[in-house]
């Protein structure tokens, strides 16, 4: 793609009604746009993060046996009724509609997918299963100040789980949560922790919360350095400075953002909505549940702030919109339009800041807020020399190469 | 995907609240399931249709130079109050929330897009422009009996494009119209007319809406099939029988369904919006619009409104959830299993019928409902001949074919 023809522009200042570091910076990339308070809009550049997010996470859910489906937003209230969850669920949008019919918007989706299950599991035989989706949820937030951290609209892949007894959900249970593990990674966190937090009205058991550490985060943990003990302040009896209930290590505290949870169900929902199965001996039970949660774009706002500096935003490789940035400082001269093509050719996704109306400051001030993982300078310097200016966007120094080796290198 | 794994199962029979050929039969297959009048989840072979029918659009948006982002369902009140439409669109589903706040829930997206056009537009140089999401639509439907071709919830592709003149507005608009040409065909449809249609209130030109002939359709079409002319019936002075304006054939009726539609907007919402340019004289001018629109949902059912016979349905090659489906009707052998695993290392999208618990009467049965191009059986018969049994859905014929064949055909 050349910058000349992207649709947005970057932003010299941040929109002043932003508070956040993910939503300044991905604003004035000209990454997202603001419609409302908690409610945006994925331009090209950012489109193209969430996507590949959403494919990291598609990836790694097919791996664990997860078949993808994708359910509605507009839920009938008579469902919610179902579990009693139409009158206690505050965060609820409620619609009524010209013939008085009244909805809920999708904020989380255990009704509807136990409604599904319900028509298809009927025996022992039908179990285990793992049914998930990527899709848009909706949830009336009183506070939405976080940017993507906490939208009134936001994405989500939902994963539900269903099984014959309690011992292959905790097997599964345990499976998700390296998935878990794996997704973040590859979204390039190189710091996760697995934080005990409350099971929730319904389960004597805790949940698991995914929480990245940051100055920014709204979270607290109590955690050990040493072993991997970890919970959220708000269940954890211990304070900084107590002994490790696992290995005795003092425990410390730390801010950190929740970028996805897993829930124990059991039979919350099955028992309500009466989805059972016949066992090997023809008795009826209740299916046992699990669901997992993660939020694609919470997930593209928590790497932008763990991810940035001073100047911008620092995408890790595997999200970045883009792999490669050229940026052309030589002016009429095809070097950089012939780099442009041949990176491409070589099935490298290429930005190429062809802009014949900035200067040299402005642009390198733009890969710098824009954040794509490689920069190529194309100069009179570095073709009088016969060699392209290469840099990290996460480290400081730059490196003279040539056309082979680059391609090598970035392909 | 091996059928004994797959989540949904056929049915017997076709709920009976469902009236339309399309809800019907994919329903029964397990591609679709309705929460509510208008409302279905995707099922795993639904889905897979879907993103197939997005991944062409997406496509062909791509080649014509267009923009992805994805734009937000929630839209305030006050975005909807700058056209007049708050009060004018009876179909729009409205929201107050916990604190007051009113909502629509967007059911098209002119003010919103205009709203991000406006931040970025300021110049003729940043124009002709053209964006475009895939993203899911709510209407409040009064009747939604039609299955996927009238939902209250809908998947639908939305393409706007600014121009700078009305010259530089029609050429592109002509390039769309050539481009769902191309979607269309590479969706399956064999006949399609692009028919003239109102272009609203707001504009004295003809919208065009592209209509695929069947008896299902919703529409009544004027049509010579002499030369291109085609009027929606609604707007048509003329009667069948009576002379082609073109060409002077006798024209002919038709029922149709309407599956897209490009509309000229002009500066019907630039206008009211105040996204205005600079031309190259410095003078500000408004800025000219038309966008296009095109269902996925909608198009899946309309795909299966035109093909299918009294069996099932008939997908056409590149949307159909998968190339091949071997069906194994030879008990305890491994010919099958292996062909599944050689087609898919091939590179093949395969489902694999392995159910041991099924006749060979059910297993034909499906196999005609789903509608998977090609069938390969495996038999006692077939493997003492070291054949595979290859039969086209849409054909009446089968063919014994060798491995390597089958391989060089079907990959």
Redesign the interface.
């Known amino acids: 793609m050349k910058l000349s023809q ?4 970057t932003l010299r200042e941040a929109p002043k009604d932003e508070v956040s570091v993910n939503a300044r910076l991905l604003a004035r990339a000209g990454f997202i ?1 603001k ?2 308070s908690g ?6 550049l ?2 193209r993060v ?1 996507r590949k997010i959403e494919a990291i996470i598609r990836e790694e859910m097919n791996k664990i046996g997860g ?10 209230k008579e ?1 919610w009724e179902e579990t009693g969850r139409w009158d206690s669920a ?1 965060y609820l ?3 009524k ?3 008085e019919k009244e ?1 809920a ?1 999708g904020a989380t989706h255990e009704e ?1 997918v136990t ?2 299950a319900r ?2 599991i009927n025996s022992y035989k039908d179990l285990p ?1 793992a ?1 998930y989706q990527i899709q ?1 949820k ?1 949830r ?1 937030e ?1 506070r939405a100040k976080s940017g993507l951290l906490r939208g ?2 936001f994405s989500m892949k939902d994963l539900y789980s269903f099984h014959a007894d309690e011992e292959d959900r905790k097997k599964y249970y345990d499976k998700v949560k390296q998935s878990y593990l794996n997704i973040l990674k590859r979204c390039g966190f190189e710091d996760v922790r697995v934080a005990e937090a409350s099971g929730g009205s319904f389960s004597k058991e805790y949940s698991h919360e995914f929480q990245v550490p940051t100055e920014a985060g709204e979270d607290l943990i109590m955690f050990c350095a040493k072993c991997d003990f970890s919970q959220n302040k708000e269940i954890c009896d211990l304070r900084a400075g107590a002994q490790c209930p696992n290995c005795g290590e003092k425990l410390k505290e730390e801010k950190t953002i929740e970028v996805g949870n897993i829930f124990i169900l059991g039979k919350r929902y099955s028992e309500p909505m009466g989805l059972t199965f016949s066992d090997k001996n023809g008795n009826k039970k209740s299916v046992i549940m699990s669901c997992y949660g993660l939020g694609p774009s919470r997930l593209m706002g928590a790497i932008v702030e763990v991810y940035n500096d001073d100047k911008g935003i620092i995408w890790p490789e595997e999200v970045a919109p883009f792999k490669v940035l050229i940026v052309d400082v030589a002016e009429k001269n095809d070097t950089a339009e012939k780099l442009y093509q041949d990176l491409q050719e070589a099935g490298a996704e290429v930005l190429y800041d062809d802009r014949a109306d900035k200067s040299a400051g402005e642009k390198f001030a733009d890969a710098d807020l824009l954040g794509i993982p490689w920069r190529i300078v194309v100069s009179k310097k570095t073709i009088s020399e016969r060699k392209f200016e290469l840099k990290k966007r996460r480290e400081k120094g730059t490196k003279l190469i040539d056309k082979k080796e680059l391609l090598k290198k970035l392909t």
Chains 1, 2 share one sequence.
């Not at 992207?6 to 522009?9: G, I, Q, R």
């Not at 409610?39 to 090209?44: A, E, G, M, N």
């Open positions: 992207l649709f947005t522009k746009q419609l409302s409610v945006y809009s994925f331009l090209p950012g489109f969430l078949q993808e489906i994708l359910m509605p937003a507009l839920h009938p469902i505050d949008y409620k619609i509609d010209r013939q909805w918007l509807v409604d599904i028509r298809y299963l049914i848009t909706f009336d009183m009134k609209e």
